[in-house]
């Protein structure tokens, strides 16, 4: 069987140190061969749901876990299908299609893409909200610890919270849960916000603005326990802002990545960071960029 992700490199970041005043370290999942963390989390569902019998695969996405899980299981040699909505983009239909993946268009966001996916046959691989899924994506910080980095801060951009869930796994299994995390959405789909605000699960009337695979409408349950538990700060940046650090990334470090990307990199540099110490930023990535 192939790898179903692989390590990725983590780096320092010289330009971005040097406005922080401290230094500032990234994660480089935007290097996964589906361009993602995604492939984390959903190759580890994938791999378990056909040890566990499963002969279908089935997913909801809107772009990036559905890509992750059409690669995984052409690795697997097993079907799957993919159910996204109308916004996501024609580019991204074909690049799921191309790993052989059957492509359901189904709705205008995420939300209703998830539903439809769960009238259909196949075994459900959930986007972002099953132990599983957070497992995979915890592997990234043993990874950076493995590299003998211990940060003092660590910068995560959030969707519907499963690399927040993974990333606070991953701290608690290497000894960080002292280290606090900044959680990042963009205005138009900050649903953590609203659930840590409210201490309890909100659901956005809408998505909006660029970072359209941030766009989940409610934040999975685990998500929100942890930001509560772990007292991690929450922001969300403009649209405007993370579009500017994707471009300043872009140049800087001569890779592209969606404005979803662009929320964690925007925290950086606006600033005011919480912690002390190294900033270590996860750069999830975004195929929907290329």
């Known amino acids: 069987m192939r790898p179903l992700w692989v390590r990725t490199p983590t780096i320092p970041s010289t330009p971005m140190s ?3 005043g401290r230094p500032v370290w990234l994660k480089l999942e935007n290097t996964q061969p ?8 959903m190759g580890l569902s994938c791999a378990r749901a056909v040890d566990a019998g499963a002969e279908r695969l089935l997913t909801s996405s809107g772009g990036n876990a559905g890509y992750a899980v059409a690669w995984a299981a052409r690795a697997l040699g ?3 299908t993919v159910v996204v909505p109308r916004r996501t983009s024609e580019s991204m239909r074909a690049r799921i299609a191309a790993e052989g993946a059957e492509v359901v268009v189904h709705g205008e966001v995420w939300d209703d ?3 439809h996916a769960q009238s259909l046959s196949g075994a459900l691989i959930h986007p972002f909200d099953h132990p599983d899924c957070w497992e995979g994506h915890a592997t990234l910080v043993h990874e950076v610890a493995d590299d003998g980095l211990r940060p003092g801060l660590v910068v995560v951009a959030v969707g519907g919270g499963g690399l ?5 796994q991953g701290m608690a299994d290497v000894g960080w849960a002292d ?3 900044l959680a990042v959405e963009t205005e138009g789909t900050a649903s953590l916000g609203a659930a840590v605000a409210a201490g309890e699960l909100r659901t956005l009337d809408a998505i909006e603005g660029v970072a359209l695979t941030l766009g989940a409408r409610t934040v999975c349950q685990r998500a929100l326990d942890v930001a509560l538990e772990r007292q991690m700060t929450v922001r969300a940046v403009t649209d405007a802002q993370a579009l500017a650090a994707v471009d300043t990334f872009r140049v800087e470090h001569r890779m592209l990545v969606e404005p979803s990307c662009g929320a964690g990199l925007a925290a950086v540099e606006a600033g005011t960071l919480p912690g002390e110490g190294p900033v270590l930023v996860i750069v999830c990535g975004g195929a929907a960029a290329r």
Do not use: D, E
């Open 164 to 168: 927040l869930a993974g990333v606070a």
């Open 18 to 20: 040097a406005r922080a």
């Open 34 to 41: 589906v361009g993602s963390f995604k492939q984390r989390g």
């Open 78 to 80: 097993v079907p799957v």
């Open 179 to 181: 280290v606090p995390v």
């Open 113 to 115: 893409a998830h539903v």
